[in-house]
């Protein structure tokens, strides 16, 4: 069994400052890692994903995360961010070697961009 | 086409009624999940079917749900007995198991509360 653990219930940021989301992953095989983006009333929208590979991955509208297998971490980072990145973000895994891509979320982190 | 749609988008039901909510996935995608989120959580897997068939099922998937997925196109996913406990946002999402980019596509969600 997988579990994601996300360390920040909610992140307040002002606008054109950096954030760092974080995310650590409990997993006796190895798993693929994603990031999810849902805006309010909406669904999950993938940011970005690790599947192999470097372990910087660069996704959609700036975002970046780094797998780190050691300290099963998968922190997501922006540089900058806007008001529009207002949103709550999820970490999920999936196990590799299994039918079906069945994910496990984190429990969110909600940020809320300051002007 | 247009994404993975969801109806309806909200439901307000009495406790005890029956409900059951359409999904309808891209069209070249085989498999499809069902995942429920409950305020302040992250999504949870509920079922998954791969064409026509229900491949896995949570033990969250009480007696009282049963999804469906005819002919292998839309899902349904019908609540008997509503309990408020099962008021929560009920997300599907399809992906295909062809390929390895392993990206799931989810829809806007059904938003159900009993009352």
């Known amino acids: 069994a997988q579990s994601v653990t996300q360390l920040d219930s909610q992140v307040p940021v002002f606008e054109e400052a950096p954030v760092e989301l974080r995310c650590n992953y409990s997993?006796?095989?190895?798993?693929?890692l994603f990031w999810y983006v849902q805006y309010p009333n909406q669904g999950l929208q993938l940011l970005l994903k690790?599947?192999?590979?470097?372990?910087l991955v660069k996704g959609i509208n700036g975002f970046e995360a780094e797998f780190n297998k050691s300290q099963t971490s998968f922190h997501l980072r922006k540089p900058s961010v806007h008001i529009s990145d207002t949103a709550e973000y999820f970490c999920?895994?999936?196990?590799?070697?299994?039918?079906?891509?069945?994910?496990?979320f984190g429990g969110g982190t909600r940020v809320l961009v300051k002007p | 086409d247009t994404g993975v749609s969801q109806d309806p988008r909200h439901k307000i039901t009495k406790r005890g009624q029956n409900v059951t909510f359409r999904c309808d996935p891209i069209?070249?995608?085989?498999?499809l999940y069902w995942y429920r989120q409950t305020l302040g959580q992250g999504p949870e897997f509920l079922t998954y079917?791969?064409?026509?068939?229900?491949?896995?099922k949570s033990r969250l998937l009480s007696d009282r749900f049963s999804a469906e997925r005819p002919k292998g196109s839309f899902s349904t996913l019908e609540i008997q007995r509503t309990e408020q406990g099962d008021s929560a946002m009920y997300l599907c999402?399809?992906?295909?198991?062809?390929?390895?980019?392993?990206?799931?596509?989810f829809g806007s969600g059904t938003r159900l509360t009993v009352v």
């Open positions: 069209s070249e995608h085989n498999r």
């Open positions: 690790y599947l192999s590979g470097s372990t």
């Open positions: 999920a895994v999936s196990p590799v070697k299994a039918a079906g891509n069945k994910l496990t």
């Open positions: 999402a399809s992906s295909s198991s062809l390929g390895t980019d392993y990206g799931y596509t």
């Open positions: 997993s006796s095989v190895s798993v693929y």
């Open positions: 079917f791969q064409n026509e068939a229900q491949l896995e």
